[in-house]
């Protein structure tokens, strides 16, 4: 009986949220064309698909997506591992960190379109530099964190040469915290579609921006709720990769 108590409450809530949304606009407490009710999105889905938008903006925005997710998150990966195994790397770029660090994604958006034009490649620089910062830091978070007997049991069976440390012990004890980076890296990258994207570049971005244009409010919460979709798809997807990886574990 109890393990039906959590989803009955989930749906019950979830009912709620719907039933309030669908009030709000319905009762004129915000104008229908700024919030459209949820009963209107169907119909909206259905004219994105049939005109072959929604399907053109899907796969536009899952190109920039995995490009740009490979390429934070294995940039990211490799210098945080690299900076966390040496102190004297931590050191010579405390301070680069810190100066480059605290700038969002939007404003690199400027020299994305001076560098690589109106085109995908700009998409993908956005996005990867929203999500390298993420999995470096987890990197070198979890590299950090290696407990150390296990560096002295690598050296008492002969692992003494960096690569060895690095391959036999280091890697597989940060690998968790380092998946646990590139995880959050995944949301992160979604966020970063629709920024990299409201510049002209084709995608979700590009058409919600129309959308918006045209007070087509309906065509852009149906995107919001495929992004939403799509994210919660890839994140079960990764959960599930990521058990498989670390099964030694269990």
Avoid at 232 to 250: I, M, Y
């Amino acid at each position: 009986m109890h393990s039906l108590r959590a989803p009955a409450l989930a749906l019950l809530g979830l009912i709620a949220f719907l039933l309030l949304w669908e009030a709000i606009p319905f009762f004129g407490i915000v104008n229908p064309a700024f919030l459209p009710g949820p009963s209107v999105l169907p119909k909206a889905f259905w004219r994105e698909v049939t005109s072959g938008a929604w399907l053109a903006a899907i796969l536009g925005s899952l190109w920039h997506y995995f490009v740009g997710l490979f390429l934070g998150s294995f940039l990211g990966a490799a210098l945080g591992v690299l900076v966390g195994m040496s102190r004297v790397a931590e050191e010579a770029t405390a301070w680069v960190v810190r100066l480059l660090r605290p700038i969002p994604g939007l404003a690199w958006v400027p020299f994305a379109i001076i560098w690589f034009g109106v085109n995908p490649s700009a998409a993908v620089f956005i996005i990867a530099i929203g999500v390298f910062w993420i999995v470096f830091f987890a990197a070198q978070g979890a590299i950090r964190g290696v407990d150390r007997d296990l560096i002295e049991v690598a050296d008492a069976f002969g692992f003494r040469s960096p690569w060895q440390r690095l391959t036999k012990i280091l890697l597989p004890a940060a690998l968790p915290g380092i998946l646990i980076g590139v995880r959050t890296a995944l949301g992160q990258a979604w966020m970063a579609v629709v920024a990299a994207e409201i510049f002209g570049v084709a995608g979700v971005g590009q058409r919600m921006m129309q959308a918006s244009s045209l007070l087509a409010t309906d065509i852009v919460v149906v995107y919001m709720l495929t992004m939403a979709g799509l994210y919660g798809f890839l994140d079960t997807l990764f959960v599930a990769f990521q058990r498989w990886v670390l099964r030694w574990k269990a």
